[in-house]
Structures are given as C-alpha cells and as structure tokens.
C-alpha cells in the first residue's frame, strides 16, 4: 500500500465527529488533570481509560492521546502561578516561568508555554509519522551500558541549572544521588536506609519529594515573613507573549523539541529529563544566560518544548515495536489490547489504517491543544489574582490531597512536609533545588544501569565502552565536562 | 552574609554530612551480605561513593570558600519580619498535627483545620473569604478526588461524608 493509499485510509478511519470530539475532550480533561497538582498527566489518562472501552478503537485511543498531550501542557499552569509543577514533566518550567509570574508577567509565560508546546507537540508528532520505523530500531540497540552511558551525559545538565556556584549545584546533585538511594537494594535485596519502615521499602516517592522541594518552601518563607510578597507585581499582567519572544526563543523550541523527540524515543527515560536537558542546552547557549533562573522567556520556551517534544515521540517505541515509551504509553497500551489491536510492526501492515488515522489525529491534536491552551491559560487566571496569605493554605490543602492521591498513602505526605523542610534550608543556604531533582530523577537510573552492566560483564568495566552508542555519550560527556572546567576558569580568572 | 562565610558553612556542612554517613549510616543502615563476589556489586559501593564525592565536594567549597574576597557579600534577601521563628516552630506544628490527625479526623476535616491555622498564622487581611475558603476548598477537593479520581480519601471516625 502507498503513502497515499495509507493516509486515505486513515482519514477514511479519523473522519468522524466523535473521533475528533473525543481528542477535544481528552485535551481538556488533560489540562485540568494536568493543572491539579498530584492528579498528574499519568493519573488522569488511567482515570479515563474505562470511558474508552464502549468506544471505537480509534475513538479511544484518540481520547487517551487527547489526555496525555493536554496533561503535559497542563503541568506548566501551576509550575508558572504558584510554583507547583502540576506533573514531573513541568518541573524545569518553574525555574523561569515562576520569577515571571512574580514580576506580574504570568499571562507572557503562560503565553510562551502554551506556543512553545504547540510547536514542539507539532515537532513530535512530525517525527513519530517520519522516523518512527528507524528511531525504534536505533533505541532497541540500548542496553545497560548505553543507558549508563546516556544517563550520565543527561547528569551534566546540572551544571546548567546550578545557578551562581557549580560546587553549590554539585553538592545538591549528591545530596540527590544519595537520598535515591533509600530502598531495597535491586541486586540482593536488602534494605538500604529503611530504618526497618516498609513505607521506605520501594523508596521515597518522587511526587512528594518534587512537591516537597517546590511548594512547601514557599509556605514556609511565607510563616518567616507574611508580608515580604507586598508591593510585588503578582497578577497575571497585561502582557502577552509577543512574537518577538516566540522568535527570539525559536532555535531554543526547535532544539528542546529534538531532545525531546531524541529522549522520547528512548523507552524509560521520560519527559522530566528532557525538560531539564533542554533547559540546560538554552541556557548554554543563549547570550541572555545570566538571566536564566531570574525570568528568562526563553527558559520558559525551552523547558515546554523539551517536556513537550517528548510526548509524540514515547508513541515510536510503542507503534513501531510495542515497547511503552513510559508510564503513560504503558496504559495507552493497555487501551490497543483491550480493543484487540497488538502494537508492533505487523500493525502497520494489519491496521494500517488505525496507524495513519492516529498520525492524522495527533497533528490535529496540536492545534487542539492551542485553543484549549489559550482558553485554560484564561480560566486559570483567577489564581495569579488571589491574595497570596489565602493562595498558600490553598496550595498547602491541595499538597496535602495531591501527594495523598498518588499512592493513597499518609506516608507520603509526611514525606513531602520533611522534603519541604529541606528544601526551605537549601533555600536558605542558597543551594539550588533543580540539581537535587535531576539527580534524584537519575540516580536510580544511573546505579541499576550501571550494576547490570558490571552483572553482564562479570565486572569487567570495558563493557562501559562496548560500542559507538557508549563512545558517542562518553565524549560528549567528556566535552561538556571540558566546557565546564572551561567556563569556570574564565570565572575564576575574571 | 559574605560569600566566603556561606561557602566554608556549605563546605564543614558536607563534611560532617559525609563523616556522617561513612561512620554511622552506611554501616549501620545498609544490609550488605557478606559473600559479595565483587565490591563494585556491594549495596554499600554506591552509597560510600556517593559520600566521598561529597566529602570532596565539601574540601572544594572549603577551599574555593578561603580563597574569595572576604569583601563580596551576598544579595539581600527578605528580612525576617518579628516572631519568625515562632511562626516557623508553628508552621511545623501545624504540619505535625496534620499528620497526626488525619488518621482521627479523616483528610476534609484535617485540612479544613490546617487551612484555618495556616491563615491565621500569615494573618490574613482577608478574614472573611479565609473562612469560607476554610470549609470549600477541603470539600470540593474531596468531592473531586473521592468521587471523580476514585481516591479512598481517609474520612476519619468522627464524620462520614457522602
């Protein structure tokens, strides 16, 4: 069948009212969702999983789809207004988007988010329908060496988020690397930092921890100084993105897209990552990188193209070889089987025309969500205006309730007042939170791939250095590395 | 506060914090079987590594700490308004008795109570719109996570909502 043949059947498939009234829906039940913080893109696209069982397979799909896209944009509304990433993926959209809203210009990088998700979604997508075949290929050829080898270049970024002081942002990352260790060990099974408390068992939830260190600090420094916030612009302002930002943030889209995309790929890797990566690479980059961490459009830009960039892109592994890209592909997946659809390459020559007909779908899915963006970034308005003394025991309550609903779990949220505390002191001691994050993110990662790798070699650590994958990582690491050392000279020298 | 004083308090904090875990945590609250083949598979190796990089770490703040201008001084940050720490001592209360309470007066009633306290503390110019922002926001949270995202929201034993 060719190309065309395949499009016309797809669009034979799509072209109804319900299929793309489902992926409207979806949006908007993904940017709600999105937008409570603890509901989570993830929760959101379970919740609405039963609702797809009655429906057709591409009805369905195009609903979860709908969810997911809208519910990693949704992230980025409470990152930018109260400083509480809505998901993992919006985390990074805090370090810039929220001194915006501080300076009352929440309605620009609610703005700059919303087109900078439109563009990489489109990006994603773009890259699904044209590389999907040979990305899946390349990505099944990592093993643990090359993922150790990936995760270890994805740890430079810190240094890109480390603010003023690089050794400030190193001891954060260690501090990170070191409480991911809490758990059961992967390879023996034993307990490491448990204190004998099953709750610590399977580690320290990352929800509670990421909430923990982003929220409660703020409620904290508000019971240090009630009034410190007075005199603040804090509104959602008159100004608007520009076209001027969009294009001076442009390169910086297109390249968090294709890190996204790169990531996305990748089974396992997530769009947290991404998010941070492509901060980081702006932010190296840019002429204005003094500014970023103080309100840099272009961070905000580039943070929502890295998370967003990622979000067509988990779709390769899963259409071209059925393999989750990550946890909500996990579940998407789960929708294909309940329909009776195997993703995997024979779906492209059994139902070709579901294959093209979601292709079409998610390209209409991005202008989808630009309409629904641009109505929620309205709706969601009214919480730039609240009086900030009634705003933090709101955020506190809705902490409280969010990190609960992740494991239904008390636990939890005791974790996340402990985390708070932390976070506070770091605060103070003027030690960056974003390193502690990535590192908390990717030490796990980091430690199990690196302990396969010594399993299946016997412990011989050439295995590191296996093939072409691992030396490309190894010398950008190394390269990055020599850029730091670099730039830290000219500091010291200056 | 200069920078040099914040870099050698940054740098003796991550020392102690790594004397800390090489001599009490690791070896007290890391279970490592005893026929391990090879040290780079111990549960320990990466925890000990982890500590030295940040003993290491700690050495490097100390000396970049002694080698910066005594003169350079930090930005000014927020003074802390009287009481602060009071206030702070009650903010950690009110987060301790949340979590103690929760499990007696269930998640909507826990929070309505935290949510008046919070308010209080930050004395807010807004009495009314707290008070009702006291009773709606625990209630409609629970209303969604109970009964739109299926959450087994904890509802304690003095009052059961619907």
Known sequence: MSLLDSLAAGLNTVASVEAFLALFVGICIGVIGGAIPGLSATMAVALTLPFTFSMAPITGILLLLGVYKGGIFGGSIPAILIKTPGTPASSATILDGHPLAERGEAGRALGMALWASCTADLISNLALILFAGWLASFALSFGPPEFFALILFSLTIIAGVSGDSLLRGALSALLGLLLATVGLDLVYGTNRFTLGNPNLMGGLNFIAVLIGLFAIPEIIAMARNPTAHLGRARSLGGTRVSFADYRKSFRSIVRGSFIGVFLGSIPGIGAAPSAFLSYSEARRRSPDRENFGKGEIEGVAASEAGNNGVAGATLIPLLALGVPGDVITAIIIGAFMVHGLQPGPMMFVLNVDIIYGLFIGLIVSSVFLFVVGSVAIRGFRFIAEVPKRILMPTVLVLCVYGVFAVNNNVFDVGVMFAMGWVGYLMMRARIPVAPFLIAFILGPLLEDNFRQSMLMSGSDPAILLRGPITWFFWALTILTIIGIARSVGRKLAV | ?162
């Open chain 2, 1 to 162: 506060m200069t920078l040099r004083a914040l870099q050698i308090r940054l740098g003796f904090a991550a020392l102690v914090i790594a004397a800390a875990m090489a001599l009490v945590a690791i070896p007290n609250f890391v279970s490592s079987p005893s026929n391990v083949r090879n040290i780079v598979l111990a549960p320990t190796f990466w925890p000990y590594t982890l500590t030295g990089l940040t003993a290491l770490t700690g050495a490097l703040l100390l000396f970049t700490g002694w080698r910066v201008d005594p003169a350079i001084l930090l930005d000014e940050e927020d003074a802390a308004k009287p009481g602060a720490w009071l206030r702070l001592i009650a903010l950690a209360a009110i987060m301790v008795a949340t979590m103690q309470a929760m499990p007696i007066l269930g998640m909507p009633l826990t929070c309505m109570a935290a949510f008046a306290a919070t308010a209080f503390l930050f004395r807010t110019r807004h009495p009314i719109v707290a008070l009702i922002c006291t009773v709606a926001v625990p209630l409609v949270l629970y209303a969604f996570f109970a009964h739109v995202a299926g959450v087994a929201v904890p509802q304690g034993d003095l009052i059961r909502l619907p």
